[in-house]
């Protein structure tokens, strides 16, 4: 069983020789929790959630994406606009060199995926290899992409006469 599970912790109660972790979990997840027998030891990793952003924060960023989109005449494709905001940002890339027909499972993993164009090197059938810039997206971002990506965001918005006032501020 592998279970992972976001919670407080309440109470540690110091015994003679071991002591007892009392944890408040959602309510929810205790299910999880009935079929482990009290006699069976179990390993726990304990580790610090980090501040996430919100889905206010998150819905604010894609209504100014959605406007600038708008205002750079590519309605109704906000994506096309995401990328060029995130290749600004200029968040660190990955980059892989496959074949061709490779790109599509790419973009199934990555936000966003620039053929960089066809190398001198063949895979076994002979076919050429291409070179593909890979990015994550905002969900993935530390905290300084983060800060790098609004930055862009609001340039891009600026640029494109988006009036960002209007959205709640993150």
Known sequence: MKLSVNGYVKTVVEGDVSSTLIVEIPRYMSKHFYDIS???????????VKKRRTLAQNDTAWGIMRDIARNMDLVPDVEDAYRQIL????????FVMTVP???KELEKVFRVVIDHGERDIEAKDGTKLHTYECLVGMSKFDRQE???????LLYFAEMYDVDTTRYERW
């Open 101 to 103: 027909e490779a790109k």
């Open 87 to 94: 290749t600004h940002a200029n968040i660190k890339s990955n």
């Open 146 to 152: 983060m800060s790098r990506f609004i930055e862009s």
């Open 38 to 48: 009290e006699e069976k030891k179990l390993n726990f990793y304990i580790t610090e």
